[in-house]
């Protein structure tokens, strides 16, 4: 059974700072892309951050560049969101995606499996 599991969200004042993490079991993603979405209330689904499957190629929305970095260490199955300058507005529940292709993707159609989530609010 493939987990992906979610953790470091929490409460944050606005210039803040969190660092997510996404551990999966039931199977290796190290040859392949995982991304992180996010999901505000009343909204869509949304992409936030991809990496390939070496770390080497990653993606962000407009909105998050310069702000959040995604990373991965797959000798530990593990890829992280680093998010630094909170603002109100990054306030969701942020999924981890994981997909059985390679390359960076930013549709959530392209992911296979999914976390739970995790809560992060920012306070202004």
């Known amino acids: 059974q493939v987990q992906l599991v979610e953790s470091g969200g929490g409460l944050v004042q606005a210039g803040g700072s969190l660092r997510l993490s996404c551990a999966a079991s039931?199977?290796?993603?190290?040859?392949?892309?995982m991304g992180w979405f996010r999901q505000a209330p009343g909204k869509e689904r949304e992409f936030v951050a991809t990496i390939s499957w070496n770390g080497g190629s990653t993606l962000y929305t407009d909105s998050v560049k310069g702000r959040f970095t995604i990373s991965r260490d797959n000798a530990k199955n593990t890829v992280y969101l680093q998010m630094n300058s909170l603002k109100p507005e990054d306030t969701a529940v942020y999924y981890c995606?994981?997909?059985?292709?390679?390359?960076?993707?930013?549709?959530?159609?392209?992911?296979?499996?999914w976390g739970q989530g995790t809560q992060v609010t920012v306070s202004s």
């Open positions: 039931g199977r290796t993603f190290s040859n392949n892309a």
């Open positions: 995606a994981g997909s059985t292709r390679y390359y960076t993707l930013t549709r959530a159609s392209q992911y296979d499996y």
